[in-house]
Nanobody, 127 residues
Framework: QVQLVESGGGAVQAGGSLRLSCAAY??????LGWFRQAPGKEREGIAS????????NYADSVKGRFTISQDNAKNTLYLQMNSLKPEDTAMYYC??????????????????????WGQGTQVTVSS
């Protein structure tokens, strides 16, 4: 069992940066991901990480602009978001589960097959 608490969302102008954090309380999951959902759209998996093997995966929409990382000592997941665009506006969620190996973790993120979810943090990018 794990509880996830996101923070770091806010409003920023296009081209700006934000860093989201997701603190995990309880057991340490082996697979973590970031998702987002804009109004009227389906939830989209944007990044995943399998810390045990150093495996990361990104959606094409954020590749080269967003970086997922994990601080094991703090049991915290991060999403560094640079060069933000108005189309990045959404509610951002972190999620976790126990998948292995890294390829299974990446696949689970694409399929949105995570059992544990945070409450979300809003990111708004203005033009």
């Amino acid at each position: 069992q794990v509880q996830l608490v996101e923070s770091g969302g806010g409003a920023v102008q296009a081209g700006g940066s934000l860093r989201l954090s997701c603190a995990a309380y309880g057991y340490t999951p082996s697979c973590l991901g970031w998702f987002r959902q804009a109004p009227g759209k389906e939830r989209e998996g944007i990044a995943s990480i399998y810390p045990g093997g150093g495996v990361t995966n990104y959606a094409d929409s954020v590749k080269g602009r967003f970086t997922i990382s994990q601080d094991n000592a703090k049991n915290t997941l991060y999403l560094q978001m640079n060069s933000l665009k108005p189309e990045d506006t959404a509610m951002y969620y972190c999620a976790a589960d126990w998948y292995a190996p890294g390829s299974r973790c990446s696949d689970a993120a694409i399929r949105k097959e995570f059992r544990y979810w945070g409450q979300g943090t809003q990111v708004t990018v203005s033009s």
